[in-house]
Structures are given as C-alpha cells and as structure tokens.
C-alpha cells in the first residue's frame, strides 16, 4: 500500500467514526426530545436508558398521580427498574414508610389505570391515587339579618348598636339568631294577660285563630265559648280584646310581625299568638282567673293546638297552692311558664315572687337588664329562684290603637325570653318542656352585674339558643 492509499484510508475512518460519533449524539437528542413530548396513550414507551431515567428525575414534571408501597425487602434499584420500565418517575421516597414510593407517570395517564398497572406486579403491596385534598371549611359566620321595619333602630334589645348612650353588644343577639330561623306559625304562645289587641296592624298577621274544624270550647259550668281569638276570663267570653295596653305590649315583644314595613319586629317574625284576659282595664285580675286561663291552655293543647308556651308578666307575694297545681298541670302537658321575676327590687330566694318562684321545673323566672347590661334598679334577683335575665328597660313595643311605646319592667323581659324559646321550638319543634329550658339556661352571655344574682348568671342570647 501506497502512503497516499494510506492517508486516503486513515480520512475515511476517521469520517467514519465522526459520522458514527454524530449518529450517537443524534440518538441521544431523538431520546431527549421524545421524553419531553407527547406520547399517544396506546404507545406507551418505556424508558429503558440512563439518559431516559436521569432526564425522568428532573423536578420539571406534573405532581405525583399514585402513591405505591412496595413489599418488603424490594430493593430500590428493583423499585426503579420497574418504574423505568412503566415509564414513569419516582418523585419521592417517603423515609418514614419503607417501600412507599411517589410515583410521576410521564406519559399523563389517568390515576386509576396507573393504580391497576401497580397494583398487578407481585412486587407491589399496595397502590392508591394521590387524592386531593381540601380545607374543611369552618362554617360560615352567621350574618346578621335586619328587618326593614321602620322602627327597628329603636329596640336596643333586639340590636344594641350604642344607641341613645347604650353599651354596643348588650342585646340579645336576634339578628344572629335570625340568620338561623325567624319564627315559625307552628308555634304557639298563650299571653295570659291582659288581653291583646288582635286588630293592631303588627301582630293581627300572627294572631292564633281557632282552626274551622276544631269545635268551640266548653266548659262545663260556663258552657260552650266560641273563642275564635283566644279567651277572656275577665267575662267568661272568647273575646280577650284589651282594654289596658299591658298583653299587646308584650305581645309585640313576643311576635310583632317581622319584615313587613311596619312599625317594629318581634323575637319571631313568624309566630302565633294565644290571647288570654284575666286582668281587667285597670291592670286587676284574681288569682282564680288566671287558673282558669291556663286550664284554657292545657285544654286547648290537649285539642291538638300546638302551645307550647305560656308567658306570664305579672305576679304577687301571696302564694297559691291551687295556682301552683295548675301550672305543674301545665307542666305534665308539656308546656312552658315564662314568669316575670318582680319589680320590688327584692331578693326572691328571701321574699319569694308568684307565680315566678313556684318550684316547679316548667317555670322559667326572669330579671331585667338595661341597655348598659345593669341589672335594672327596679328588678329582684335570687341566686337560687331566678334563672336568667333579659331587657326590660325602655323596650319599644305594640300599644293599642295600632300605636307604639316604651314601657319597662320584668314584665318587658319575660316576654324577651318566651320569644327566644319559641324561636329554639321552630327550629327544634319536638323539644321537651325540660329540654327547652335546660337551653335557655345554657344560652347566655355571662354578666358581671348578675354574678350571684341569677342561676345562669347571664343575658339570654337567641343565637345560641337556636344553635
């Protein structure tokens, strides 16, 4: 051989093996380009490469859709090899559980075949998606919710917003209540008072009416008494119109009708109210009267009509054994007695107050707060004798005549409580009499001005009541 036939053989090889250099090159960038490109779901490629495997194991990929244990004693290169051959990635080793593994798959593949691809090999003790997880949400804060009636900004005790030199906050929290329910014509209240005014453009729309199919009432000695409104005992009539004011003011506290343009808003927007008259034109009743009317009630409920509570803003220091039975009777039927605590500025558990310091586990006794959460000059307290307390001074409320005033008094606040307990009854209607009140006690705002004063201690407060 020539040396020109030589240095002609040595450039061919030497091209050659640059050709060569140049495919392998080419082969790695083809390897590179596919890795990171579109796989159709029927091909699935396998990585089989260091250079496939390496590039798998960079951070620029999806999350993880499966998590994979494998059997103990399955090696991690073994864990790999099978990994690369699934074409799919590793993205992490959890330390704390061995054998549980990441997996990325790089070809985009739904959870639930990569799940039954791994969960097929002999290797593999478990295989799951990688579930997504979220917040569990906190419930939304209640919304306060304000009714359009004109003179709503006036009852401190619904909303306390500081008006007319006020403490903020001392109310009853009914527009947080009410963001749960507003009432419900299902329940009924007995007022047994004196009288209210069943025409007064705010409470005629939730006024109790004897139902059409249900038959008058009759009493043996009285006879039959059409009592299409209630009851009078004052005459013996179905007629309990009032003729003091006393009953439609603390109707309206109860159930003056709620978002309808007009004059106020009751605890329940939606409610039905029970007239009974036992107190004459002058504020005067007797003790028998009052027997009588809530011999009404428990007749009446045992009819069918769902009363459930009787609200009772009066009272005396002369006790009734004969009273005190009627309302136990009332109690085995199930009934409430909202009792005002008294205005003599006594303490009940020495001096007791009636019917509110009858110990009978259906009366439900009540102190009055002011709009600075003092407890009212004028109201008794008893640690032992007095549940709870509610506003009772400068409350807005129904008058007769379709009008509106302030009065004050425990009789104020024991109409605030019989409200707030027919809004826990709307939304829980099958609530025993023990139950109801055993909640009431339970829904309060600690006062520092009842400590020692009341059993509770504290205002009632709607929203947890209705909780």
Same mark, same amino acid.
């Given at each position: 051989? /020539?040396?020109?036939?030589?240095?002609?053989?040595?450039?061919?090889?030497?091209?050659?093996?640059? *050709?060569?250099?140049?495919?392998? =090159?080419?082969?790695?960038?083809?390897?590179?380009?596919?890795?990171?490109?579109?796989?159709?779901?029927?091909?699935?490629?396998?990585?089989?490469?260091?250079?496939?495997?390496?590039?798998?194991?960079?951070? /620029?990929?999806?999350?993880?859709? *499966?998590?994979?244990?494998?059997?103990?004693?399955?090696? =991690?290169? #073994?864990?790999?090899?099978?990994?690369?051959?699934?074409?799919?990635?590793?993205?992490?080793?959890?330390?704390?559980?061995?054998?549980?593994?990441?997996?990325?798959?790089?070809?985009?593949?739904?959870?639930?075949?990569?799940?039954?691809? @791994?969960?097929?090999?002999?290797?593999?003790? @478990?295989?799951?998606?990688?579930?997504?997880?979220?917040?569990?949400?906190?419930?939304? !804060?209640?919304?306060?919710?304000?009714?359009?009636? !004109? =003179?709503?900004?006036?009852?401190?005790?619904?909303?306390?917003?500081?008006?007319?030199?006020?403490?903020?906050?001392?109310?009853?929290?009914?527009?947080?209540?009410?963001?749960?329910?507003?009432?419900?014509?299902?329940?009924?209240?007995?007022? +047994?008072?004196?009288?209210?005014?069943?025409?007064?453009?705010?409470?005629?729309?939730?006024? $109790?009416?004897?139902?059409?199919?249900?038959?008058?009432?009759?009493?043996?000695?009285?006879?039959?008494?059409?009592?299409?409104?209630?009851?009078?005992?004052?005459?013996?009539?179905?007629?309990?119109?009032?003729?003091?004011?006393?009953?439609?003011?603390?109707?309206?506290?109860?159930?003056?009708?709620?978002?309808?343009?007009?004059?106020?808003?009751?605890?329940?927007?939606?409610?039905?109210?029970?007239?009974?008259?036992?107190?004459?034109?002058?504020?005067?009743?007797?003790?028998?009267?009052?027997?009588?009317?809530?011999?009404?009630?428990?007749?009446?409920?045992?009819?069918?009509?769902?009363?459930?509570?009787?609200?009772?803003?009066?009272?005396?220091?002369?006790?009734?054994?004969?009273?005190?039975? *009627?309302?136990?009777?009332?109690?085995?039927?199930?009934?409430?007695? *909202?009792?005002?605590?008294?205005?003599?500025?006594?303490?009940?558990?020495? #001096?007791?107050?009636?019917?509110?310091? @009858?110990?009978?586990?259906?009366?439900?006794?009540?102190?009055?707060?002011?709009?600075?959460?003092?407890?009212?000059?004028?109201?008794? $307290?008893?640690?032992?004798?007095?549940?709870?307390?509610?506003?009772?001074?400068?409350?807005?409320? #129904?008058?007769?005549?379709?009008? @509106?005033?302030?009065?004050?008094?425990?009789?104020?606040?024991?109409?605030?409580?019989?409200?707030?307990?027919?809004?826990?009854?709307?939304?829980?209607?099958?609530?025993?009499?023990?139950?109801?009140?055993?909640?009431?006690?339970?829904?309060?705002? !600690?006062?520092?001005? +009842?400590?020692?004063?009341?059993?509770?201690?504290?205002?009632? /407060?709607?929203?947890?009541?209705?909780?």
């Amino acid at each position: 051989m /020539n040396r020109n036939n030589i240095f002609i053989h040595l450039a061919l090889a030497l091209v050659l093996i640059l *050709v060569a250099a140049f495919a392998g =090159q080419l082969n790695r960038w083809r390897h590179r380009w596919k890795s990171f490109g579109p796989v159709p779901a029927t091909e699935k490629k396998r990585a089989t490469t260091t250079e496939e495997i390496a590039l798998s194991e960079t951070p /620029n990929f999806s999350r993880p859709e *499966v998590l994979v244990r494998f059997k103990s004693g399955v090696s =991690q290169e #073994t864990i790999e090899r099978l990994t690369a051959q699934l074409h799919d990635r590793v993205e992490d080793r959890i330390e704390s559980v061995p054998g549980l593994e990441a997996i990325d798959d790089l070809d985009n593949a739904d959870a639930a075949t990569v799940v039954n691809e @791994y969960s097929q090999l002999p290797e593999v003790e @478990y295989a799951e998606p990688n579930y997504d997880i979220e917040l569990d949400e906190v419930e939304a !804060p209640l919304v306060p919710v304000l009714p359009h009636d !004109p =003179q709503f900004s006036d009852q401190w005790a619904l909303s306390n917003s500081g008006q007319r030199g006020g403490k903020q906050g001392a109310d009853i929290s009914a527009t947080l209540a009410w963001a749960t329910t507003t009432g419900s014509d299902k329940v009924v209240v007995a007022v +047994l008072d004196s009288g209210v005014d069943y025409t007064h453009e705010d409470l005629a729309g939730n006024m $109790w009416k004897r139902p059409a199919s249900m038959a008058p009432y009759h009493d043996d000695e009285l006879g039959t008494i059409d009592d299409e409104y209630g009851f009078s005992t004052v005459e013996s009539i179905g007629d309990p119109m009032d003729e003091n004011g006393h009953g439609t003011h603390c109707a309206g506290i109860i159930g003056a009708e709620g978002e309808n343009n007009i004059g106020i808003a009751g605890v329940n927007w939606k409610v039905r109210i029970m007239p009974l008259k036992f107190m004459n034109s002058g504020g005067f009743g007797t003790t028998k009267d009052a027997i009588e009317a809530i011999n009404y009630v428990i007749e009446r409920k045992k009819a069918g009509v769902n009363v459930r509570i009787i609200s009772a803003s009066w009272g005396s220091t002369q006790y009734s054994r004969a009273l005190e039975d *009627v309302i136990r009777k009332a109690y085995e039927n199930d009934i409430a007695f *909202v009792a005002a605590a008294g205005n003599s500025s006594t303490n009940n558990d020495r #001096t007791p107050h009636y019917p509110s310091s @009858y110990n009978v586990p259906n009366v439900i006794s009540v102190a009055a707060l002011d709009r600075h959460d003092q407890l009212a000059t004028f109201s008794n $307290w008893g640690a032992k004798s007095v549940a709870i307390a509610a506003p009772g001074v400068d409350i807005l409320s #129904t008058w007769l005549g379709n009008a @509106y005033e302030e009065k004050s008094g425990t009789s104020m606040a024991t109409p605030v409580v019989a409200g707030v307990a027919a809004l826990v009854l709307a939304e829980h209607p099958r609530m025993s009499v023990d139950e109801l009140k055993k909640k009431l006690l339970a829904s309060t705002d !600690p006062i520092v001005a +009842l400590k020692g004063k009341t059993v509770s201690g504290g205002r009632i /407060n709607a929203a947890k009541a209705v909780e």
